[in-house]
């Protein structure tokens, strides 16, 4: 019995050195993040065609309002109605946007689709562009069990791969994509069990079980670093965005904050 309890420690320190290894290696988030997912801007025209002119006019009214994260093709965003070449513009146009001028943004590009070789090949472009991190929704048609987590780590471990290993954050929306797993236990899995090495946070948009919310928020969000464990979930990011907004702070506040997206339209 000895053995096998130094055997399950021995694996359990082998995934979280592991954990440790990668989530050290990745890009820091910002200390705070003041989250904006902007609207995706189109032309007035017979098919309403991608207007990426505006981006850099988005981007530096963002930047104006305090704005440090930018999640492009976010709901908002109308991601689900646009085509893979458009969502991968709408990335570059943000990309492009914050080097010319400067602005110090972390970009996360929403490659979430139901088509998991869709999202593969918007995850390599992003890495090929320079975006900082990715992010993606579950399967929103055809589903497993909410409670089968692997089935869903099965789902994005490729996609992150073909990222190069792009820091993830999981798009929580439930009310869109019918799909609401226990995020505390996702996270757990994700991190505990190195299901998911490069997961860094998740855009929580459900109002619906608080509880979860505060569980894994409390759990996962820190604001200081004593040991090794609270150093590694200090790099998560808990952002609550269901309104009113406001109540994250009763709830739990994580590690950033979802702004309205009108306050930023040109």
């Known amino acids: 019995q000895n053995l096998q309890q130094l055997s399950t420690m021995s694996s359990f320190t ?17 200390s705070f993040m003041t989250l904006h997912a902007p609207y995706t801007p189109f032309n007035d025209d017979s098919t309403y ?3 990426v002119s ?5 981007a530096r009214n963002a930047a104006n309002f305090g704005v440090n994260t930018v999640w492009v093709g976010g709901s908002m965003g109308q991601f689900d109605t646009m085509t893979v070449s458009e969502r991968n513009s709408l990335a570059k146009a943000w990309v492009d946007a914050k080097k010319e001028y400067n602005l110090d943004f972390y970009i996360i590009f929403n490659v979430g689709t139901t088509v998991q070789s869709e999202a593969i090949a918007m995850a390599k472009y992003a ?3 320079g975006v900082d991190a990715i992010a993606a929704v579950p399967p929103y048609y055809e589903q497993a069990s909410a409670s089968d987590l692997t089935a869903l780590f099965n789902f994005f471990n490729p996609i992150i791969a073909a990222s190069d290993n792009l820091p993830f954050f999981y798009y929580h929306i439930p009310g869109m994509t019918h799909y609401n797993p226990n995020i505390y236990q996702f996270i757990t899995q994700a991190i505990i069990d190195g299901k998911m090495p490069q997961f860094r946070g998740i855009k929580y948009v459900d109002a619906s079980d608080a509880m979860d919310w505060f569980e894994s928020c409390t759990t996962y969000s820190f604001t200081e670093s004593d040991n090794d464990t609270v150093a590694v979930t200090n790099k998560l990011a808990m952002l609550y965005a269901p309104e009113p907004k406001l109540q994250c702070f009763a ?3 994580g590690k950033g904050t979802v702004l309205a997206e009108d306050f930023f339209a040109p």
């Open 251 to 253: 709830n739990c506040m």
């Open 127 to 129: 890495n090929s562009i």
């Open 49 to 51: 065609s991608l207007n």
């Open 14 to 30: 082998i995934l979280f050195t592991s954990w440790l290894c990668i989530v050290y290696s990745l890009k820091e988030l910002p």
């Open 54 to 58: 505006v981006i850099p006019n988005l």
